[in-house]
């Protein structure tokens, strides 16, 4: 395939489906390319040829004029013969970009003859050039060397071209530059087809976050009412069939979250945050996390954290979480007895960095020698059988990769068939300032009391609703349901709120419209109302958008209720404000809920 067409399709970001899609149109695409790189080879060689023709046979014309006329004017009209039956513009300009040759091909390309031209600036003689093209095409003039080149656009009549100038210096016979020699080509056809495919790509990234959202919101539903009944004390066999309904519908977030993360990360749009965080609450929450998941399966569930290690740390929690859970899942997914150990040491400690090592072991299926570099691609997993038995999109792996070279870091295997596997990477977090709290012991679970506090849901979906109030009556918390952005503004200046739920996408108005309106009511207290902003959309705009809406936190559906709850203590409670530095929480991927 050719280089130019590789990058673009890079740029593009297309799948390999979506290239085997297109792929007679990439392979005509291709076949352009060819052709034109053929096409200005020989034009070139041409142009070599005919150049040191013109130079050598003008000397000697100078010198042999009396004697040698007809032969001199019958060499030009071969060489003029040749350089007209090129399709391309070839050109020769002075020092100042005045045109002092042209081919009958310019005629054909814009319309003026050549006679006409001559002498002119070739600036002159293209309808409507790009101004942000324009000053590249001057600099052209001051090339110090060597072979360059610009594509540009016009506009005539409404229609628009694009043009590639290419310029190479014309050297006298002691080497000086006295102008430029090169050509100009309608590269339209190539460069349409170019910004199709980036217009295909932009599809594609509407189509996710759409398709994303769609099946976010109910897998809300599912996942809350879940929850709710799993905290009514159900009966042993309820309990496992409501285990087994939620372990599912997670499941199938995880697949969605994994899809959408890879093609993030593919786009370079994943941001990284700088925060103090407590390493021994994220790594014991994961242990409470998956210990029903690892105990259903028989398995002894071990978590090991260095006693050396301090409390509190700085780096991004969030992907550290990430990819501990994606590791752990995989472990416990794919062991089927004996034991998942999670390991966090202190390989080197000091008052500014701390380098931190992370092991997750299993007595697992292992991987062969042969397949391990199979686990890494995308879409892979070590056997075909695997998938099959196992399920799963094959991205795991690519994407905890990819998060950990964001960070500095690189995931390291030690694995053997039939033996288990060894996953580890070494962080190296810096050191915080933070005064350092009692340590939280393993399983420990934090009672956060917001009983009595006033909410206002504004929501138009009714069964997250539903999840919402039911979640509120169990911890306390008085409730009223707004079903729109207008009439939560109506609301909330008849009753006093401690806090508002904010759907983004609502009818009437939504979340962003209603945060914005809210926020400039005239009573100071509007302002400081906290807004958490609630949306099953993973559209990387969705932050900003939230912050510069005026919203105080965003948190993403399907949610932990756990995560919910420590997020309106957070904003309500003062006792618990020191949780966190970050005001809006970049929480597109979901953790598995600990209820």
């Not at 006679?115 to 000053?135: C, M, Q, V, W």
């Not at 190539?190 to 932009?202: P, V």
């Not at 075909?384 to 905890?400: A, N, P, W």
């Not at 400081?528 to 958008?545: D, G, H, R, T, Y």
Request: with cysteine; hydrophobic share 40%.
């Amino acid at each position: 395939m050719h280089r130019l067409l590789k990058r673009q399709l890079k740029n593009a970001n297309f799948s390999e489906s979506q290239k085997n899609e297109m792929s007679e149109f990439l392979a005509t695409i291709n076949d352009a390319y060819i052709s034109f790189d053929k096409d200005r080879a020989q034009l070139e060689h041409t142009l070599e040829l005919s150049s040191q023709e013109l130079y050598s046979s003008n000397i000697k014309l100078k010198k042999e004029v009396e004697n040698s006329t007809r032969e001199a004017h019958l060499a030009k009209v071969q060489l003029n013969s040749v350089v007209d039956n090129v399709q391309e513009i070839i050109y020769e300009i002075d020092l100042n970009g005045n045109f002092l040759y042209l081919n009958s091909a310019w005629e054909k390309a814009t319309g003026y003859t050549v006679a006409e031209s001559i002498g002119g600036h070739f600036t002159n003689f293209f309808k409507d050039i790009d101004k942000r093209d324009l000053p590249g095409l001057i600099e052209l003039q001051n090339v110090t060397g060597g072979r360059v080149s610009k594509i540009f656009r016009t506009n005539e009549n409404g229609i628009t071209r694009w043009f590639e100038l290419s310029a190479s210096h014309r050297l006298d016979e002691n080497m000086k530059p006295y102008g430029f020699i090169g050509t100009i080509v309608d590269v339209t056809s190539l460069k349409e087809a170019e910004l199709e495919l980036i217009e295909a790509n932009k599809v594609k990234d509407n189509f996710l976050s759409s398709m994303s959202h769609e099946m976010r919101t109910p897998l809300n539903a599912v996942i809350g009412i879940s929850n709710i009944l799993l905290m009514d004390n159900p009966k042993p066999e309820q309990l496992e069939n409501l285990n087994a309904l939620k372990f599912s519908s997670k499941h199938l977030l995880n697949l969605i979250n994994d899809i959408l993360d890879y093609s993030k990360l593919k786009v370079g749009k994943i941001k990284l945050y700088q925060e103090n965080f407590d390493i021994r609450e994220m790594v014991y929450g994961l242990e409470k996390s998956f210990s029903y998941y690892a105990q259903d399966k028989g398995l002894d569930f071990v978590f090991d954290i260095d006693k050396n290690i301090p409390q509190y740390v700085i780096g991004d929690s969030l992907r550290l979480s990430q990819i501990l859970t994606n590791l752990l899942n995989n472990a416990i997914k794919f062991t089927d007895q004996g034991s998942v150990r999670c390991m966090v040491s202190l390989v080197d400690g000091s008052k500014e960095k701390n380098k931190i090592e992370f092991k997750i072991i299993d007595t697992g299926i292992g991987i062969s020698e042969e397949n391990v570099g199979k686990v890494f691609e995308r879409f892979t997993q070590a056997e075909d059988h695997t998938t099959k038995k196992f399920g799963g999109t094959g991205l795991g792996l690519s994407i905890i990769t990819k998060l950990l070279e964001l960070l500095g870091s690189e995931l390291v295997l030690d694995t053997e068939l039939g033996k288990g596997s060894t996953f580890s990477f070494i962080l190296e977090l810096e050191a915080s300032q933070l005064v350092e709290a009692k340590v939280i012991e393993s399983n420990e679970s934090k009672q956060v009391d917001i009983k009595d506090l006033n909410v206002l849901i504004v929501e138009d979906n009714t069964m997250n609703v539903l999840v919402l109030k039911k979640y509120f009556k169990k911890w306390g918390v008085r409730s009223k349901v707004a079903e729109n952005g207008l009439v939560a503004i109506e609301m909330i200046q008849d009753e006093k709120f401690d806090l508002v739920l904010m759907d983004l996408q609502m009818p009437v108005m939504d979340g962003y419209t209603a945060s914005r309106e809210i926020r400039n009511l005239k009573d100071h207290i509007y302002k400081k109302m906290p807004i958490i902003a609630l949306s099953a959309s993973v559209s990387n705009e969705v932050n900003e958008k939230v912050k510069a809406s005026g919203m105080t936190d965003y948190l993403s559906k399907p949610f932990n209720p756990e995560k919910l709850i420590s997020m309106i203590a957070q904003h309500c409670c003062s006792d618990q404000n020191n949780k966190s530095d970050r005001n809006i929480i970049d929480n597109m991927i979901q953790y598995p809920a600990s209820v």
